[in-house]
């Protein structure tokens, strides 16, 4: 079966504009995770949905960053106002369900703010 | 808080030799501790994961980990690196509770000569 898909792979964009990173989750997985990957603070948690709450958001660096989730499937990260120290791969990760179940990530999306 | 470290950033060792990453965590419960791999441009892969009972756990490519409650460690080991073993690999801890917001490590870099 699929695994988890992200789209853009690839986004280059300029500071000050938005960006919309998007997630596609294995199918009947509930738990949906977005991490963050930069060189300078490793990889970090953001926010957590299951179905299409989001009962942890605390990992969200400011409110520049919000996430949305429909449907109990795709979800969208919307960063407004980008700033260059956005620049890293956000990666997505899907789980059957919540508590101690695996974590299957995708391949990230790599973004660029210049 | 909960917290992961893996206290060798690069690692090289000779293609047939025996391989160990170390990772400690500190966590107030029982943690749920993982290992993952990183390969270039690719998203994370889970090599193995302890939530209880024994605390050897096999995973794939040949790897294993020890749990050892009493140094907080949980130690990644290969009886014989191969060369597609090198890579970026990835300590994390996540909560034994409700959802698995997953805590990492910095990484460790292995790189693997002939």
């Known amino acids: 079966g699929a695994g988890v898909s992200q789209s853009p792979s690839n986004k280059v964009t300029e500071k000050g504009k938005d960006v919309e990173l998007r997630c596609d989750p294995i199918s009947g997985h509930t738990a949906l995770y977005w991490y963050r990957q930069s060189l300078g603070q490793g990889l970090e948690f953001l926010i957590y949905?299951?179905?299409?709450?989001?009962?942890?958001k605390s990992g969200l660096p400011s409110d520049r960053f919000s996430a949305e989730r429909t449907g109990g499937s795709v979800s969208t990260l919307t960063i407004q106002r980008t700033q260059q120290e956005d620049s890293a791969v956000y990666l997505c990760?899907?789980?059957?369900?919540?508590?101690?179940?695996?974590?299957?990530f995708g391949p990230g999306t790599r973004l660029l703010v210049l | 808080a909960q917290s992961v470290t893996q206290p060798d950033i690069h690692i090289t060792v000779s293609e047939g030799a025996s391989l160990e990453l170390r990772c400690n965590y500190s966590y107030g419960a029982t943690p749920y501790l993982f290992w993952y791999v990183q390969s270039p441009g690719q998203g994370l892969q889970l090599l193995l994961k302890?939530?209880?009972?024994?605390?050897l756990v096999q995973g794939i490519k040949g790897f294993e980990a020890e749990f050892k409650r009493s140094q907080s460690s949980f130690n990644l080991r290969k009886p014989s690196v191969h060369w597609s073993d090198a890579a970026e690999y990835f300590c994390?801890?996540?909560?034994?509770?409700?959802?698995?917001?997953?805590?990492f490590g910095a990484g460790t870099r292995l790189a693997v000569h002939p």
């Open positions: 949905f299951q179905g299409n709450s989001a009962p942890d």
């Open positions: 994390a801890v996540g909560s034994s509770g409700g959802y698995n917001k997953l805590i």
């Open positions: 990760a899907s789980s059957l369900g919540a508590g101690g179940q695996t974590q299957y």
């Open positions: 302890y939530f209880s009972g024994d605390t």
